[in-house]
């Protein structure tokens, strides 16, 4: 009796295996602990060199607000997004894995809780009564 036939069905199982491992990576079932905590500091600098912070993220979200009801121009505000989702990314590690790179700011951040909010952390703010509203792209399981 020849082993190929043997190994030849074993590759596809492993294939497969290794296929849906993947595909479930990052994600969790309902009611699971959270596999993940971030930084929640930067790791890039900003263009006046400093570290982002909770306070500088805030900013930036409310300047991306602004933008956004000024009626800037698109390409203007796609490009300050573009900038503003790598710095989150970076400000989440090890837990870059949330965000995507067609994910919106309206998608990682409460943005209808900007004026409630007194700080920013990863995906979420920190609002003045102390509680935090997190965003829709942050996993269930770790809010």
Known sequence: MSSFPRSAAVVPSIAFVLATLAACKGSSPDGAACSC????????????????????????????????AQHRTPRDIKV????????????????????????????????????????????GLVLRDGTTAYGEARPPACR
């Open 80 to 123: 300050a997004d573009d900038e503003l989702r790598l710095a989150i990314l970076s400000y989440c590690e090890p837990c870059g894995d949330w965000i995507n790179d067609r994910m919106t700011i309206e998608e990682m951040f409460p943005l209808a809780r900007l004026d409630d909010a007194s700080d920013a952390v990863c995906l």
């Open 37 to 68: 905590a971030p930084g929640n500091i930067s790791h890039t600098r900003q263009r006046d060199g400093s570290y982002m912070d909770g306070s500088a993220l805030l900013d930036r979200l409310r300047r991306h607000r602004n933008d956004v």
